[in-house]
């Protein structure tokens, strides 16, 4: 058996444990805070839109904290009625890179949100480019030019069909360390409601999928 040693990391912990456990229970609590405004994000936005974003089974946050399957961590809201091809990452409203670990690794994108299809088949890029222009062109009719600017269209199947940067990381940090929880709740939220106002035309857009689809 290979002898066993500690590294400096760990000789430290073993001389400083009380501090170290002390720090431990503290991270725990920043987690289980965090993940609740999360919750209420999805929450707060749901309540809104019982109609549309009626897919309690999905309507989630997915691990935003701790160790996890999906390792960005992500709310997703979406509508029954919208194509699924199992439940790891089912068409909806995504708002990614939450986790706290991405929020302070500056090699880790920053927290995006999108409406993201899940292509249940092959994907036609024809039927790709149709969808996409028309979810496009809803949104410059519904958003203002400065909302349009931000809102960028997708470009391949593993991107948003519509999406946008929420903030940075450091602006995000900034609210959380300053106890602008407030704040933090607003901005995400008031971006799903943006997104919202296309469902229509999201639903439109998915249904020349379904009938393009239908043709190949």
Known sequence: MAEQKFDEAEQYLLQNWAVATDVEDAIDGVRTKYEALCVRIAETVT????????DEEVVAVLKIAG??????????????????????SPTGFWVTNLRLEYLNDEDKAPPEIG?????????????????????????RKAFSSEQSSQWKPGDNEWTPLIGKVVASKEEIREML???????FVDTIVNQL????????AIDEALRIKSAASGKT
């Open 47 to 54: 309540d809104n839109h019982k109609k549309e974003l009626d």
């Open 67 to 88: 160790p996890a399957r999906l390792k960005s961590g992500a709310i997703v809201l979406r509508r029954s009625s919208w194509p699924s091809n199992g439940k790891n």
């Open 115 to 139: 409406f993201w299809l899940d292509w249940d088949d092959e994907k036609d890029d024809d039927v790709y480019s149709t969808v996409a222009k028309a979810i496009a062109d809803a949104a």
């Open 177 to 183: 360390s300053k106890n602008d929880t407030e704040r």
């Open 193 to 200: 409601e943006e997104l919202a106002t296309l469902i229509p």
